[in-house]
């Protein structure tokens, strides 16, 4: 049975958009139940102004204490979004990083508060640091499909920009649907221009997919038919971009699970702990929240 691989966002993309927190106990909780439940890679927090995004506030003391020197079988990544965040997950013990870019200059201006040539930039000089210091490097190219400022990405400026990672040899790339407007037409086409190319340099890329609107399911069929066999995904499908207006909730990891699974592919997930997860998540949430406004 073929393989799709899974990286979990949930403590990342999936907590950044919620009203709700976690204490360094409960983080750590749902990391190695997520590990547990049979997730090699786990995005666990980012290092960014928490004044910004309080949930990720922490994210160094997480990996300090715990998961930079956890013997546990799953990789646990951190977002950084410039080189001050590099030297702080550094610092942290933190060995698999992701940066985050825009396709979009508005959307990159109000996400990291840089022009795209300006983070383009600061990547290049991060990612030769990352390989001198031996560390792994994830990039995530945001609004590839549409940005919330901009409207329908330029199809031939994302797979140019995709093109362009390429040729760097950034052996791990994500293509963000970032608010959930990605048609399947789109990711169709995108796909089919840019798989090739990473298959032959057998290359990680991945499709990160919200549900804001209902197309995350369909673009999912789409990628998988395509030949596409990594994917992100949060627990209880919590989250999405807090800089990006009505991005809300990532596919939910049951759901990828449950499709995938269905469509004949091995996910290695214990849905049955997942499902453990989900629940006891989604009663943190509801207490937490509970009399907050809608």
């Not at 979004?81 to 550094?90: H, I, Q, R």
């Not at 795209?116 to 390989?131: A, G, H, N, P, T």
């Not at 596409?228 to 627990?235: E, N, P, Q, T, Y």
């Not at 999405?240 to 996910?267: H, M, Q, R, W, Y």
Request: glycine residues 8%.
């Amino acid at each position: 049975m073929e393989k799709v691989q899974i990286m979990d966002v949930t403590l990342r993309d999936g907590l950044q958009n919620e009203s709700f927190l976690l204490e360094e106990e409960e983080k750590l909780y749902l990391a190695n139940g997520l590990a547990e439940a049979g997730f090699r890679r786990i995005e666990a927090g980012a290092f960014v102004n928490p004044k910004a995004v309080p949930q990720m506030a922490g994210t160094a003391d997480l990996f300090k204490n715990h998961l930079g020197q956890s013997a546990s079988k799953s990789d646990f990544y951190a977002l950084i979004p410039n080189e001050k965040g590099y030297e702080l997950a550094k610092a942290a013990g933190v060995s698999n990083m992701a940066f985050v870019m825009a396709v979009t200059e508005e959307m990159n201006q109000k996400n990291v508060r840089m022009s795209v040539e300006d983070s383009f930039e600061q990547f290049l000089k991060i990612f030769q640091r990352s390989k001198e210091d031996q560390l792994n490097m994830r990039l995530y190219l945001a609004v590839v499909f549409h940005c919330p400022f901009e409207g329908v990405t330029d199809e031939k400026k994302a797979i140019e920009w995709i093109n362009e990672f390429q040729h760097l040899g950034v052996a791990d790339l994500c293509l963000a649907d970032t608010d959930g407007m990605a048609k399947p037409e789109q990711v169709q086409r995108v796909l089919e221009a840019t798989i090739p190319v990473y298959t032959q340099l057998e290359t990680t890329l991945s499709l990160h997919l919200h549900n804001t609107y209902g197309y995350a399911a369909e673009n999912l069929r789409v990628a998988l038919k395509a030949g596409l066999r990594h994917f992100d995904s949060a627990v209880a499908g919590l989250g999405g971009c807090p800089f990006a207006p009505g991005a809300k909730g990532n596919i939910a990891s049951e759901d990828l699970v449950a499709i995938c699974e269905a469509e004949g592919f091995d996910t290695g997930i214990d849905s049955k702990k997942l499902g453990e997860l989900s629940q006891w998540l989604g009663n943190i949430k509801l207490e937490r929240t509970k009399g907050q406004k809608a």
